[in-house]
């Protein structure tokens, strides 16, 4: 029998993979050695929710092979809930493999997730009781591309959610190799938007979705179909946020060196969902966002920067 329902502030669902991110510069086929990480960008975010002190829980399916079990395993030790993880016998755990980031550059990325167990998640693994107990459901474009059940269980979630009137958040987080096109991509993910009450994409996801340039026009795209805060991301220049009390843009945290730009975006979420949580001015959690997205591109992993809420009050009180 499944535990029964806990509090939860947070909840969130999707396909976190083993990442092999490698220990040297080059191509991939020259590359000798590789360290053992996790990615996803919804466990991204879960953890850096959790080691600010938030009660989060994960819905997923994982092979069951190491890689399942190593996942399993690092994210529950970072405090986040996985009782809802299901070990999936037939299908494998998704890997991917991360090339060392030079100065500063995106680096190269290949996937080894097509079948995945997690690309098998349908609305059949929604606990109910279990959503229905969190305050707040994360969601991104990542899982609902994986397959037409995965999609369904995104729309299922986002409309249990809205109907009991839990607060929502979305990053569309595009991945476009898994889509069949990009004008399917961006209907897809902008019905599943409209959804919700936060959203999140960066600029040149705005421009892809919406087709506009601006980060006025984007965000007034998705507040005319009735999302009510949408912060769009601007990289090293800061964010652009928008609601019906007002809108503004909110500057950077600049940083030494950029070591590692992958989890930037999980990490404003994870700055801008605690400060909207627990209350702050949207000034404010933007800008909390903003930091925790600076933390994040500082060290190599896709999570590995994102700060306790020591570490968090420390660097604000050095403002």
């Known amino acids: 029998m499944r535990p029964s329902a806990v509090q939860l502030d947070v909840a969130t669902y999707g396909e976190s993979l083993a990442l092999l991110v490698a220990d040297q510069v080059g191509a991939f086929e020259d590359v000798e050695k590789y360290t053992r990480r ?119 979630a986002l409309d249990f959610m809205r109907a009991r009137g839990k607060s929502i958040s979305f990053d569309p987080n595009l991945r476009p190799m898994l889509w069949p096109s990009q004008q399917v991509m961006a209907q897809q993910l902008n019905a599943l938007a409209a959804k919700a009450d936060w959203v999140l994409p960066g600029l040149s996801e705005g421009k892809i979705l919406t087709g506009y340039t601006e980060p006025a026009d984007i965000a007034a795209f998705y507040l005319d179909r ?22 503004g843009v909110v500057p950077g945290v600049p940083v030494r060196q950029v070591v590692d730009t992958v989890g930037a975006g999980d990490g404003f979420a994870v700055g801008l969902i605690s400060g909207l949580l627990e209350g702050l001015p949207i000034e404010q959690a933007v800008r909390r966002g903003n930091r925790i997205g600076a933390f994040a591109i500082q060290v190599v992993g896709d999570m590995e920067g994102l700060p306790t809420r020591s570490e968090l009050e420390a660097a604000s009180r050095a403002d």
């Open 38 to 156: 996790l990615a996803g960008a919804e466990t991204n975010v879960a953890i850096g929710l959790a080691r600010l002190g938030l009660k989060v829980g994960w819905l997923s399916r994982v092979g069951d092979d190491s890689f399942g079990r190593f996942i399993c395993k690092r994210v529950a030790q970072e405090g986040v809930d996985v009782s809802r993880v299901v070990t999936d016998a037939q299908y494998r755990t998704a890997i991917q493999l991360k090339a060392r980031a030079v100065d500063g550059a995106d680096p190269a990325i290949e996937y080894y997730r097509k079948g995945s167990a997690a690309s098998h998640l349908s609305p059949a693994d929604f606990d109910p009781d279990y959503f229905g107990a969190a305050r707040h459901l994360h969601a991104t474009g990542i899982a609902p591309a994986l397959s037409a059940s995965t999609m369904a269980l995104a729309h299922h």
């Open 226 to 247: 009735g999302v009510s805060l949408v912060v769009v991301k601007l990289g090293e220049q800061g964010a652009y946020y928008r609601s019906a009390q007002g809108e």
